[in-house]
């Protein structure tokens, strides 16, 4: 199983991303999947999860409101949609696998600067 990211990138404060996240899993559509992020110095966290179906999405206090988390089972990718993006979301994207074989993604660098 593989998991590639993609669209991170440099945004000022307010702005939006959607960052992408690819799957090489035959049974992705069976993988509750998850969004994390690492900020330079700090320990890597939670942002987001997605049921296998999409009927349950979960979201760490910090993002709720302003992200997204999203599927495409047909497509075998999994996204988030981030609005309104504040300095302190500043951080290395990781999409993660979180069933067996749990998988992490190699990260995206999202840089929030004015």
């Known amino acids: 199983v593989q998991l590639a990211e993609s669209g991170g990138g440099l945004v000022r404060p307010g702005g939006s991303l959607r960052l992408s996240c690819a799957a090489s899993d035959s049974m992705f559509d069976t993988s509750p999947m998850s969004w994390h992020r690492q900020a330079p110095g700090k320990e890597r966290e939670m942002v987001a999860q997605i049921s296998s179906r999409s009927s349950t999405t979960k979201y760490a206090d910090s993002v709720k409101g302003r992200f997204t988390i999203s599927r495409d089972n047909a497509g075998k990718t999994v996204y988030l949609q981030m609005n309104s993006l504040k300095f302190e979301d500043t951080a290395v994207y990781y999409c993660?696998?979180?069933?067996?074989?749990?998988?992490w993604g190699q990260g995206t660098q999202v840089t929030v600067s004015s």
């Open positions: 993660k696998k979180d069933n067996y074989p749990k998988t």
